[in-house]
């Protein structure tokens, strides 16, 4: 699905009013029904994709941000690792 992606980038989606206010899972449009079974989704994806050792870091997370996040710390490191690398590179 073309919308799976920005569930793992921008965490889960919740529908809202034009207030900002949580709307009432029964008073949900058929649309929003649908992108909110991304959020089972995505991370479903991503469990298939990975290793086991992968999946033994991530499987207890619920939302599929909070598994990218994750391992984009795990394999990429935290923008403080990445400057420490760059710099040790550059000298």
């Not at 889960?12 to 029904?33: F, S, T, V």
Request: hydrophobic share 35%; glycine share 4%.
């Amino acid at each position: 699905h073309i919308d799976l992606w920005d569930v793992v980038e921008n965490g889960d989606y919740i529908p809202y009013d034009d207030q900002l206010n949580e709307i009432p899972r029964g008073q949900w449009m058929e649309e929003q029904k649908l992108r909110f079974l991304l959020n089972s989704k995505a991370p479903n994806a991503m469990l298939c994709m990975l290793s086991e050792e992968q999946c033994t870091k991530v499987h207890s997370f619920r939302s599929a941000k909070q598994m990218w996040d994750t391992l984009a710390v795990t394999y990429e490191g935290t923008s403080q690792v990445k400057r420490n690398k760059l710099s040790l590179l550059t000298h």
